[in-house]
């Protein structure tokens, strides 16, 4: 199986570019998805502060790789040849999917004033409001690990520019399949 590994820090377009993987009818996972569910079973509010602290005291109590093992609980079983995992956040989680398949990494950047005026005009009630939380959002991301993970060279990497359009966007990932299939 291909694992594509969608990557990007707040606001790159992550989950877009999924989003159009998911239209061409291959499964989508988000890690996040895990975090959310320990927030829920906890009775705790859905905020970003919470998802952080959850996220660290998982990964503090079982493991850098936890988010990735109880994500795969999701596709062990899939017959498919490619699925889309997104979200990510140190390279631990990325070792841990080789024992599933090929690890593809998908990485989608924005430069950063882009990033924070996508994440302000989502106008979600957990997303920053101000440019500082934007930038606090983002220090969290790489205190977890992020930087390694857009930077390392042990996956093969396919870079996308998103400062454009969803169009431009979608055409881009589009490319990127045909290339992976």
Known sequence: ?????VVGLPGAGKDTAAEFIKNEGIHYFAFSDVIKDEIRSRGMKDTLKNEEDIAKELRKSYGRDIIAQRTSEKIKNLQEDVTCLGGPRNIEELEYMKGFGEVILLVVEADERTRYERVKARGESRDPKTFEEFLWRQNKNYELGIGKVLKTKDFP??????????????????????TIK
């Not at 990497?157 to 045909?178: C, H, M, R, W």
């Open 157 to 178: 990497k396919y870079v996308i520019s998103n400062n454009g359009t969803p169009d431009e966007l979608k055409a881009q990932v589009i490319k990127f399949l045909k």
């Open 1 to 5: 199986m291909k694992i594509i590994i």
